[in-house]
C-alpha cells in the first residue's frame, strides 16, 4: 500500500476514473459496476473496483485543486501501475452557449497554478489530453447523440476569485469552462507516459449564473460517467 491509498497490490484496474468527490465515486462504483468492493477509505478518499460489461475498471476520489490530485496521481501510477486516467468532473462555463449540465471534453488545460512554472522555468508548457482517448470519447458520444464540446479548459487554483470578471479574459480567447485540475493530470500522464482525459460536466455558467445543486453534482452526471467507462 502507498501512503495515501491502502489497496493491495492487484486491487486497483489499470483504468481509473476519477471524480474529485469521493462520494461521487461512491456512487458511480454502486450504481454501474458490477462485484464493486472498496479498497480505500484512508482520509475518506473512497476508492472502488468493480467490473463494467466485463472490464475491471476503478473509480478513486482525489479531492479539489491540483496540490491534492497529484498525489493521487502519482500513487495510482507509480505504486498501482495504473495506465489510463479518465477524470470526471464538474466545471463552471465561462461562454454563454456552454449551458449546465453539457459535456466538455478537455483537449487542453490552461492554468493559473504555478507548479508547471518551477518545472520548466521560464517557459510554458501547454498539458493535453491522450487523442485516443479524447477521439473514443468524442465518437462514442456522437453514437449515442450526447452532445459534447471539445476545447481549451483552465484549471484554476482558487474556486473564489477576487475578481468575478477575471473570466472574461479566459472567456475571450475561447478557453471554455473553468476546473481545478486536468492541468496536472496532463501533465503528470504525459511525465510518466500514461493515457489521460478530462471529462466534465457544466455544473453552474459565470456568464449566467444557473447552477446546479450539490446533490446533482454527486449524483447526477450520468452521461459523463457512461462516456468514461465505455471508453475505458
Known amino acids: 500500500?502507498?501512503?495515501?491509498?491502502?489497496?493491495?497490490?492487484?486491487?486497483?484496474?489499470?483504468?481509473?476514473?476519477?471524480?474529485?468527490?469521493?462520494?461521487?465515486?461512491k456512487w458511480i462504483a454502486e450504481t454501474f459496476l458490477e462485484d464493486a468492493f472498496c479498497y480505500n477509505k484512508v482520509r475518506g478518499m473512497l476508492g472502488y473496483t468493480g467490473t463494467y460489461k466485463g472490464k475491471r475498471i476503478s473509480v478513486q476520489g482525489s479531492g479539489m485543486g491540483i496540490p491534492s490530485v497529484l498525489i493521487y496521481y502519482h500513487e495510482l501510477i507509480n505504486d498501482y501501475g495504473v495506465k489510463n486516467i479518465i477524470r470526471v468532473g464538474s466545471a463552471g462555463s465561462f461562454q454563454k452557449d456552454i449551458?449546465?449540465?453539457?459535456?466538455?471534453?478537455?483537449?487542453?488545460?490552461?492554468?493559473?497554478?504555478?507548479?508547471?512554472?518551477?518545472?520548466?522555468?521560464?517557459?510554458?508548457?501547454?498539458?493535453?489530453?491522450?487523442?485516443?482517448?479524447?477521439?473514443?470519447?468524442?465518437?462514442?458520444?456522437?453514437?449515442?447523440?450526447?452532445?459534447?464540446?471539445?476545447?481549451?479548459?483552465?484549471?484554476?487554483?482558487?474556486?473564489?476569485?477576487?475578481?468575478?470578471?477575471?473570466?472574461?479574459?479566459?472567456?475571450?480567447?475561447?478557453?471554455?469552462?473553468?476546473?481545478?485540475?486536468?492541468?496536472?493530470?496532463?501533465?503528470?500522464?504525459?511525465?510518466?507516459n500514461v493515457r489521460a482525459l478530462a471529462i466534465l460536466t457544466i455544473s453552474d455558467s459565470l456568464v449566467t449564473g444557473e447552477h446546479s445543486t450539490s446533490a446533482d453534482r454527486e449524483t447526477s452526471f450520468n452521461e459523463m460517467v457512461e462516456i468514461a467507462l465505455n471508453i475505458a
Do not use: Q
Open 1 to 25: 500500500m502507498s501512503i495515501h491509498i491502502e489497496a493491495k497490490k492487484g486491487d486497483i484496474a489499470e483504468t481509473v476514473l476519477m471524480p474529485g468527490d469521493p462520494l461521487r465515486a
Open 99 to 192: 449551458k449546465v449540465r453539457d459535456i466538455v471534453l478537455a483537449m487542453a488545460a490552461s492554468t493559473t497554478s504555478g507548479i508547471n512554472k518551477s518545472r520548466f522555468k521560464n517557459a510554458d508548457y501547454s498539458p493535453t489530453a491522450n487523442f485516443e482517448l479524447l477521439l473514443d470519447a468524442s465518437l462514442y458520444a456522437r453514437k449515442k447523440g450526447i452532445k459534447t464540446i471539445a476545447g481549451n479548459v483552465l484549471s484554476a487554483d482558487e474556486f473564489y476569485e477576487d475578481d468575478p470578471e477575471a473570466y472574461k479574459l479566459w472567456a475571450k480567447y475561447g478557453v471554455l469552462c473553468a476546473e481545478m485540475e486536468a492541468s496536472g493530470l496532463y501533465t503528470i500522464a504525459a511525465k510518466h
